[in-house]
């Protein structure tokens, strides 16, 4: 299988079509902006953060959290790796996917995050540590990043919706 053979260039491109879709849905099923006035540049900007940043990031990260947090009883360590994941990974990478998206598009950094950030991690805590839960305590390492895909297409809705309004 080559998920097995090449993770890291299986999940960025996995992760790179579905940044790209959860930008569609957000500007097609949110926004209701029609084909004719559709942001490709967006959408591009999207899958170029999914496939060059959070997908060999999340690969990784994944890795270090499965090999790194091994504690004596498996509840604890999925605890463990969930608090990690939000604590270390969740904030930073909602840092940089805001400020890369206010670069690519020529805007200040900081005002994306002033304006953004508080709200969106107080979004992703009500979300992803119960997905990342039953994420490490059910699925393979090799298939963590295509589940967290999976949730993301409406997660990356939201990002993107967030990301285009400014808060």
């Not at 670069?103 to 002033?114: A, N, Q, R």
């Not at 059910?138 to 285009?164: A, D, K, Q, T």
Request: glycine share 6%; charged share 15%; aromatic share 10%.
């Amino acid at each position: 299988m080559k998920l097995a053979q090449r993770p890291l260039l299986t999940q960025s491109i996995t992760t790179a079509v579905l940044f790209a879709t959860g930008d569609v849905m957000a500007q097609q099923a949110v926004e209701r902006v029609g084909l004719e006035k559709h942001n490709f540049a967006r959408t591009g900007r999207m899958a170029l953060y999914g496939g060059a940043v959070f997908g060999p990031v999340a690969t990784t990260w994944f890795k270090f959290l499965q090999n790194k947090i091994v504690l004596k009883n498996p509840n604890t360590t999925i605890a463990a790796r969930v608090l990690t994941d939000q604590t270390v990974f969740a904030s930073t990478n909602l840092f940089v996917f805001l400020s890369s998206m206010a670069i690519m598009e020529g805007t200040s950094p900081k005002d994306k995050l002033e304006s953004t950030y508080a709200t969106a991690l107080q979004k992703n805590w009500m979300v992803w540590p119960w997905v990342q839960a039953i994420n490490f305590k059910l699925v393979p390492l090799e298939h963590r990043v295509l589940v967290v895909n999976i949730v993301s297409l409406g997660w990356n809705c939201y990002l993107s919706y967030i990301n285009s309004k400014g808060g």
